[in-house]
């Protein structure tokens, strides 16, 4: 019952809470558990790390303890204990997240919810110098003998980074489309440039092609030829089709 204190001591007996509750934690989920692989460094992942974050949050149902929804004010005195484990083990996830260098200025913080607003007003920042080695980093990556699916997602996850960055008012007048299909020309000019050497002829290939693919459809046209080169055969299949 709400209200109910344990005998002789005047303290709120605590609630069980069930697991859809959000003060409910998982045993697995304890504070030393990295529920992201990425680390903020700063300024320039900033944006991909909250996002991974926030889904990392949502997925456990602990969003609420970052956003304000979940306070320690609008919980009951019978479950305001769970709400302080909670509050600490969220706190946890978000220090293990990020690199020593940015752990120091942030490790006084009290509650979850602090260290989420002063990261933000810290690094959600996109001056000129950010966007510059971002841009840098699109135009100079080669895949350079790494696999064809790490050199993809590398450049997939720039290509987002920037765009989050540089993101233009919505827009759906022909003008827009025209600067969406410009936007996904470069991208598949970037791709390509930055392939192996090996991948030549499948690239010339590509570049024959009328229309030409969006950069999935190339990425899944090479993707073939990586596998049939693991064959000893890459070049075999350069005239099939996408």
């Known amino acids: ?8 001591s005047g303290v709120p007996k605590e609630i069980p809470v069930d697991f859809d509750d959000p003060l409910y934690v998982h045993h697995s989920n304890n504070t030393v558990t990295s ?32 956003d304000g929804y979940i306070t320690l004010e609008n919980t009951k005195k019978t479950k305001a204990s769970k709400w302080e484990r909670v509050n600490a083990v969220v706190y946890n996830w978000i220090l293990g997240s990020i690199f020593e260098t940015v752990y120091a200025s942030h490790v006084y913080s ?20 950010v966007i510059f ?39 759906v007048c022909e003008a827009a489309t025209k ?6 020309l470069m991208n598949l000019m970037q791709f390509l440039s930055g392939l192996d050497d090996v991948y030549n002829q499948v690239k010339s290939h590509i570049l024959l092609m009328e229309p030409l693919p969006n950069v999935k459809s190339a990425f899944s046209i090479l993707s073939r030829e990586e596998s049939l080169q693991k064959n000893g055969s890459l070049g075999s299949t350069v005239s099939s089709k996408p």
């Not at 979850?112 to 933000?120: G, H, Q």
């Not at 790494?146 to 920037?162: G, I, V």
């Not at 600067?179 to 996904?184: G, V, Y």
């Open 110 to 129: 009290d509650k979850a919810k602090d260290i989420w607003d002063e990261l933000f007003e810290t690094y959600n920042k996109a001056d000129g110098s």
């Open 1 to 8: 019952m709400a209200g109910e204190t344990s005998e002789g």
């Open 133 to 171: 080695n971002i841009h840098q980093q699109i135009n100079t990556l080669k895949q350079n003998g790494c696999s064809l699916s790490d050199y993809y997602n590398k450049l997939d996850s720039l290509w987002k980074e920037f765009d989050g960055l540089t993101s233009l008012t919505e827009c």
């Open 35 to 66: 529920i992201i692989i990425v680390k903020l460094t700063g300024n320039e992942n900033y944006r991909f790390w909250r996002s991974a974050m926030s889904r990392g949050l949502k997925a456990r149902n602990k969003l609420g303890f970052v």
């Open 179 to 184: 600067l969406n299909d410009h936007s996904k």
